[in-house]
């Protein structure tokens, strides 16, 4: 599907930073696990708070994995280092996913990290729900596109998009493939050269 010269495998996760914001592409549920894994045990080492919205994953699997690999899971969950949200605790904030409204919560979750001493917060998340909702693909566009305009390098914020290819049309994976620095693909990390800034994509894209 995607030719792109192999850059890192996945334990070099930590090489992503705040202000980087990249995308997990998967086709099979089991893809996804030891990558996610890779980009949360980064995050904590980086000091960031982080957060986890869950999807099509198995929450369980991932749980005990994480506690197998990482010594103080229980007090890193107890200290809200770490939090296992739903979408209806993040995405979903009126019922159904609104991009602008999501932009905002990420600003306010990192001005509140910051508050509370940590270098920032990293974010994993995956919006194959949104397709249920009138609009959803201009929607989880929108929120990209926002995401790299107003949220990395202002806010201290690192993201780990996560989408499952067979639920999203090529207009879409094309869409979102251009608005992620980095893709996360067969358990490599790639520098992506078909990233478009979000000045130039917005002049081209379906946002107009």
Not at 2 to 10: A, G, R, W, Y
Not at 165 to 176: G, V, Y
Request: proline share 2%; glycine share 4%.
């Amino acid at each position: 599907m995607l030719h792109l010269k192999s850059f890192e495998d996945i334990t070099k996760m930590n090489k992503l930073a705040v202000g980087d914001h990249s995308v997990l592409l998967y086709e099979n549920e089991s893809e996804t696990i030891e990558p996610i894994i890779s980009y949360i045990k980064s995050s904590l080492k980086r000091g960031e708070k982080c957060i986890y919205i869950e999807g099509d994953a198995d929450t369980d699997l991932l749980i005990k994995k994480l506690k197998s690999e990482t010594d103080n899971f229980d007090k890193l969950i107890k200290d809200k280092k770490l939090q296992f949200l739903s979408a209806d605790e993040t995405y979903a904030l009126s019922d159904q996913f609104e991009a602008d409204k999501m932009i905002k919560y990420l600003k306010e979750l990192s001005c509140l990290a910051i508050k509370d001493g940590y270098s920032g917060i990293s974010i994993t998340g995956e919006l194959s729900w949104v397709l249920n909702f009138k609009g959803s693909k201009e929607e989880i566009i929108k929120y990209e596109w926002m995401l790299n305009d107003e949220v990395f390098n202002r806010y201290p914020v690192v993201a780990l998009c996560r989408y499952n290819l067979n639920k999203f049309d090529n207009e879409i994976i094309r869409s979102i493939i251009e608005l992620h620095q980095f893709i996360i693909w067969k358990n490599k990390i790639h520098e992506n050269p078909y990233y478009i800034e979000p000045d130039k994509y917005k002049n081209n894209s379906i946002l107009e």
